[in-house]
């Protein structure tokens, strides 16, 4: 008996051996193991920075066609922009600390680190070339968080305004949230140690903060600086009327939109899974950590798609009684449950990760409808719910199902933990719902509100100075325009064929057409033409009754061969209609250069009641503003039936004044016909 309990211990110690071997191996004496881990880096970091093409398409979608250019030209400038923030400071704020020294000098560090800001290798000076892999991944990071303010702050944003805030989230704003968490020696670091620890606690509430891939530096820091951006910026013109009430203004191109949501999804698994920075871990399996990271990032995301699509829909049929599937809301829907799991993907399991996204798609709806209709902030691209709302409840998801297991496979034992018959005591906090204490609910709770009160205090004096000194939004005319027009060399679709019977063009021949974008640039320009054309016409009519208005008619016919009665009941003819079309354009006039209506004329009698109910209806502007609140028109009421009529008097001038091939009283008629139209038009208040 004593002889067979020998050999067992025997077996024992060298199974015991041959573990620690392999433990070893594991943990990086395999060769070439840091460069595995090191390539798995980069390639999730270029999967991260594609999806600066998704943040691209997305926004090009969901703006107005005139200002595609603009937008994309942002995106493209945040990675650039971004880069040199990164190089310059950010790296060094956010992870300049103090390197561990060999064992042969102690194991120490060299000194001792800052739990609010790293203060070392500003534009790389020291950083070793075996942290450039990581100091790319951790940049592309960087960049994303600046990408999501532009989306906010779509279509009226000064170019100046843009790198302004590009610098200081990437150089100052986003690194400093990303050493209080990220940092073995951050505040509310979860990987921090005794030896990590300038302060008196280890680790905040006992626990720390469990946020693996970003939902903090990344998107509450984009989300929170879009809400401060927009709310200062104000609204489009035109997206609220009047009384308050939101006017839709969806973008052009859904195609765009969706391709830019399945890149961002496709980007997210180098976003979620990559943030593990390896492959090879201290333990044989390691690997399965980043396998249940992108199973659980793509579950979420499935079923806030769903949730989304759901609650839009009965939303809609039960204020409107009709079914409606919305595409857009249920895109917006899967970036919510992307955000909403960011933060705690590694910690919870998959049924865990399926309700958190869920709950995800209802937050982000909800949230979008109360910004929008309560606060009455224009977000075009919903970026404030999407990652400020589905990352602050992606933090409390996590407080509520991170599994214990899952804490420790990641963050290892707690800090001075003494492992007693095979168990780690203490053991690491995890989710309430799961059994924990709460006190990690406690320090997400505390993690929301602080990185909220850090990024709005210093967003909001910062966009005020810029707002005050005339840098953050573009002139009212450019903004009607388009800024891909007025900064941007012209269209972005310039070479586009109208379809037959489209308001977006205007058909000045055969075959020359023009977009929107640009007759709304000649618009005023053209009316002010015709008005003196017609005024010398009727002036020639009233003068010398013999030479007659064909001469100078918009069709350009000459006067026919006829009798000399007839002749001159043409010419009556005429000079009447001439000097309704002068009327009528004395009227137009004043709408276009955003005046209110003081002086209708009589004829046409329809087309001058709709003027006239026009301007009775037109609320008076506050002193010193204008009845739309921030951002609306300078010229209060004629302004904003101006910029909401323009495709329609693009239109109804083409039929009036330029389609007329015919003549007599047949082709007069339409005219008049058409000129009525768009009057009742603007006199209901349609846009």
């Known amino acids: 008996m004593e002889a067979l309990q020998s050999e067992v211990a025997q077996l024992n110690a060298t199974l015991t051996s041959l573990q620690a071997q392999l433990d070893s191996q594991t943990l990086g004496t395999i060769p070439g193991a840091s460069d595995v881990n090191s390539g798995y880096t980069l390639l999730s970091g270029y999967l991260v920075f594609f999806m600066q093409a998704g943040f691209a398409m997305l926004s090009a979608g969901s703006v107005r066609a005139k200002n595609a250019k603009n937008i994309i030209l942002l995106n493209l400038l945040d990675a650039c922009f971004g880069c040199l923030a990164w190089y310059a400071t950010g790296w060094?704020?956010?992870?300049?600390?103090?390197?561990?020294l060999p064992a042969s000098e102690g194991g120490g560090f060299a000194w001792t680190g800052s739990p609010f800001i790293g203060h070392k290798y500003f534009f790389q000076a020291g950083l070793d070339r075996t942290s450039y892999a990581v100091w790319f991944f951790q940049f592309t990071f960087a960049a994303t968080s600046a990408t999501i303010v532009s989306g906010a702050v779509a279509e009226r944003c000064k170019f100046e305004c843009y790198v302004a805030y590009n610098l200081i989230l990437v150089s100052f704003v986003y690194p400093v949230v990303a050493h209080w968490v990220w940092s073995p020696w951050g505040w509310m670091s979860a990987s921090r140690t005794q030896a990590t620890s300038s302060s008196g606690y280890v680790l905040l509430f006992n626990s720390g903060v469990y946020d693996f891939?970003?939902?903090?530096?990344?998107?509450?820091?984009?989300?929170?600086a879009s809400l401060v951006a927009a709310r200062v910026l104000g609204p489009r013109i035109g997206r609220f009327d009047a009384a308050g009430t939101p006017v839709d203004m969806p973008g052009h191109n859904a195609s765009l939109t969706l391709l830019g949501i399945f890149l961002l999804w496709f980007g997210w698994y180098g976003f979620n899974p990559g943030s593990t920075t390896a492959i090879l871990g201290p333990w044989v399996g390691f690997s399965s950590i980043s396998a249940a990271?992108?199973?659980?990032?793509?579950?979420?995301?499935?079923a806030a798609t769903?949730?989304?699509?759901?609650?839009?829909?009965?939303?809609?049929?039960?204020?409107l009684g009709v079914v409606v599937w919305d595409l857009i809301i249920a895109g917006n829907g899967a970036l919510a449950g992307l955000v909403a799991i960011t933060g705690g993907c590694a910690f919870v399991q998959t049924w865990a990760a399926m309700l958190i996204g869920f709950i995800a798609g209802l937050v982000y709806y909800v949230l979008s409808k109360f910004i929008l209709h309560k606060l009455r902030i224009d977000d075009p691209l919903d970026a404030i719910a999407v990652h400020?709302?589905?990352?602050?409840?992606?933090?409390?998801?996590?407080?509520?199902?991170?599994a214990p297991n899952m804490v420790q496979d990641w963050y290892g034992p707690y800090p001075g933990a003494?492992?007693?018959?095979?168990?780690?005591?203490?053991?690491?906090?995890?989710?309430?719902?799961?059994?924990?204490?709460?006190?990690l609910l406690a320090a997400h709770c505390v993690y929301i509100l602080v990185i909220a009160a850090w990024v709005c205090g210093i967003m909001t004096p910062f966009f005020l100075l810029l707002n005050k000194l005339g840098l953050m939004r573009v002139p009212p005319d450019v903004e009607a325009m388009g800024l891909d027009i007025s900064y941007h060399g012209g269209s972005s679709y310039p070479h586009e064929r109208p379809m037959a019977g489209s308001s977006d063009s205007l058909r000045l021949g055969s075959e020359a057409y023009m977009t929107?974008?640009?007759?709304?640039?000649?618009?005023?320009?053209?009316?002010?033409?015709?008005?003196?054309?017609?005024a010398q016409a009727a002036a020639v009519a009233a003068a010398a009754p013999a030479v007659g208005l064909t001469a100078v008619a918009a069709n350009g016919a000459a006067p026919g061969q006829q009798g000399q009665q007839d002749q001159q009941a043409q010419q009556a003819q005429q000079g009447q209609q001439g000097q309704q079309q002068l009327k009528l354009v004395k009227t137009l006039k004043p709408l276009a250069e955003g005046q209110p209506y003081t002086d209708v004329p009589a004829a046409p009698a329809t087309a001058g009641a709709g003027f006239a109910a026009a301007a009775e209806q037109e609320p008076a502007p506050a002193a010193g503003g204008?009845?739309?609140?921030?951002?609306?028109?300078?010229?209060?009421?004629?302004?904003?039936h101006r910029i909401r009529s323009l495709s329609q008097m693009q239109e109804h001038m083409s039929r009036a004044y330029q389609g007329n091939a015919g003549s007599g009283s047949e082709s007069h008629e339409g005219t008049r016909h058409s000129h009525v139209s768009w009057a009742d038009e603007v006199g209901a208040g349609k846009a």
Not at 213 to 224: I, L, Q, S
Not at 295 to 301: E, F, K, L, P, R
Not at 310 to 317: I, N
């Open 92 to 100: 060094a704020f956010a992870f300049g600390d103090p390197p561990q």
């Open 213 to 224: 891939a970003g939902d903090g530096p990344v998107h509450m820091v984009g989300g929170f």
């Open 293 to 302: 990271i992108a199973v659980n990032t793509t579950i979420s995301a499935a």
């Open 306 to 319: 769903v949730s989304t699509l759901f609650v839009s829909m009965l939303h809609q049929y039960m204020s």
């Open 388 to 402: 400020a709302g589905g990352a602050a409840w992606g933090m409390l998801g996590c407080a509520a199902f991170a």
């Open 418 to 439: 003494v492992l007693v018959d095979g168990v780690y005591s203490p053991s690491r906090e995890y989710g309430f719902i799961m059994g924990g204490s709460g006190a």
């Open 516 to 534: 929107r974008d640009q007759v709304e640039r000649l618009l005023e320009q053209t009316m002010m033409g015709l008005e003196k054309r017609l």
């Open 626 to 640: 204008s009845v739309h609140g921030p951002g609306g028109s300078a010229h209060g009421g004629g302004g904003m």
